[in-house]
């Protein structure tokens, strides 16, 4: 179990390395308010991980290959993607202030919140979850069949590892907040989330018609 905690942690940290909204707001609002509220955020964002992944490890791979559902989970993440590309893109730059504030505006909540809005996480550790399950370490598996625990080691170790960077970024943002705010300050950081979030779209279409 605990290699099991180990293996997905380094999975969900890595994976949580791109430039995803969570990402984005824990840098800005480290900047703009404190290192405090950006644990917070950081906090709260991670834990929609929980939720997600254990629904994963609890019974969508118990889906029958050829049900209707799993064209919808295929093309249900196309449309929302693509939503949040061009509201990128529209929104006014962010600037950040050098000095923090003592103002913070539930940045827990605000956290969970983009958290349980990504609409990649449930099919990602889906996609995970059948791989481990098929994995072995020498002799024995890796996630051991008709093991409820194995589930929510899972899922802990999910949220454990984005929890991780998140903080590691929070770190980075505060050590390094003047020389941050000279590259985060204008609108190309709007563009850069935008242009990611199309071409997820775009990569989870061409995934979905293949």
Not at 69 to 83: D, E, M, S
């Amino acid at each position: 179990m605990l290699l099991l905690f180990f293996i997905v942690s380094v999975i969900s940290f890595a994976g949580s390395m791109h430039p995803g909204t969570v990402n984005l707001a824990v840098v800005q609002t480290t900047l703009s308010q404190s290192r405090r509220a950006g644990l917070w955020l950081a906090l709260g964002g991670s834990l929609p991980e929980i939720g997600y992944s254990g629904l994963a490890a609890g019974g969508l791979m118990l889906i029958p290959a050829q049900s209707s559902w799993t064209v919808v989970l295929a093309y249900a993440p196309i449309p929302v993607l693509l939503g949040a590309g061009l509201a990128a893109f529209r929104q006014k730059p962010v600037v950040l202030s050098v000095a923090p504030t003592n103002g913070v505006s539930l940045p827990f909540w605000k956290g969970i919140a983009l958290g349980a809005t990504n609409p990649q996480l449930l099919p990602f550790w889906s996609a995970v979850w059948l791989y481990l399950s098929q994995a072995t370490i020498g002799s024995h598996m890796l996630v051991p069949a008709g093991q409820f625990t194995s589930q929510w080691v899972f899922a802990l170790g999910t949220a454990a590892g984005a929890f991780g960077l998140l903080v590691g970024l929070v770190w980075l943002a505060d050590w390094q907040r003047h020389r941050l705010l000279r590259y985060l300050n204008g609108p190309w950081i709007n563009r850069l989330t935008g242009g990611l979030f199309i071409g997820m779209a775009i990569w989870q279409l061409v995934q979905a018609v293949m």
